[in-house]
T-cell receptor, first 114, second 114 residues
Framework: GEKVEQHESTLSVREGDSAVINCTYT??????FPWYKQEAGKGLHFVID?????DRKQSQRLIVLLDKKAKRFSLHITATQPEDSAIYFC?????????????FGTGTTVSVSP | EAAVTQSPRNKVAVTGGKVTLSCNQT?????MYWYRQDTGHGLRLIHY???????EKGDIPDGYKASRPSQENFSLILELATPSQTSVYFC?????????????FGPGTRLLVL
């Protein structure tokens, strides 16, 4: 079946450095790619998304890149801060009977050390 | 931001017992979703709904039923709970495919089946 692979399970960076998380997807019909952040013991919080009509999107320190040919998208967290430490999930839209839903990667635990 | 609430937040059940997890959203979204989160699997779609009275099977529906009695409420039902259903369950609402693709998640329910 369709799936989303999240390539880094853990990522440790120094404060101020950049963190990059890479995901690949299989469904050629996927057109929407959100990223979610989950802090310890909490639910998922939307952070940024990208649609298939663009290949780059930035929101403050977050940059998302999309390579449709390679079916790959990535999240770049620039100038990392300790509060960026969390689990990050990538996702891709896919079709289900009657509509669409999200299929998620397995998550990347990002640790930012001072 | 969209508000999605879940109850209970924590639940201990016995094998073979019936468990009902409830979800409420206050933003008039047509679509609602139930996921479970397990280490190494990310979030997996159990059931979803496109409006009151509708329920559809997701990727892992076996052992679960769903009910959407109204626009605001979406329940997940485990008729005969098993230890393999011990997990964290998340409800979400959103309008994938529409002008606003974002899904909004509830805080999660931790279920332990003994």
């Amino acid at each position: 079946g369709e799936k989303v692979e999240q390539h880094e399970s853990t990522l440790s960076v120094r404060e101020g450095d950049s963190a990059v998380i890479n995901c690949t997807y299989t469904d050629t019909a996927s057109s929407y790619f959100p990223w979610y952040k989950q802090e310890a013991g909490k639910g998922l919080h939307f952070v940024i998304d990208i649609r298939s009509n663009v290949d780059r999107k930035q929101s403050q320190r977050l940059i998302v890149l999309l390579d449709k040919k390679a079916k790959r998208f990535s999240l770049h967290i620039t100038a990392t801060q300790p509060e960026d430490s969390a689990i990050y999930f990538c996702a891709a839209s896919r079709g289900y009977q009657g509509g669409r839903a999200l299929i998620f990667g397995t998550g990347t635990t990002v640790s930012v050390s001072p | 931001e969209a508000a999605v609430t879940q109850s209970p937040r924590n639940k201990v059940a016995v094998t073979g017992g019936k468990v009902t997890l409830s979800c409420n959203q206050t933003n008039n979204h047509n679509n609602m979703y139930w996921y479970r989160q397990d280490t190494g699997h990310g979030l997996r779609l159990i059931h979803y709904s496109y409006g009151a009275g509708s329920t559809e099977k997701g990727d892992i529906p076996d052992g679960y039923k769903a009910s959407r009695p109204s626009q605001e409420n979406f329940s997940l039902i485990l008729e005969l709970a098993t230890p393999s259903q011990t997990s964290v369950y998340f409800c979400a609402s959103g309008e994938l495919g529409g002008r606003q693709d974002t899904q909004y998640f509830g805080p999660g329910t931790r279920l332990l089946v003994l």
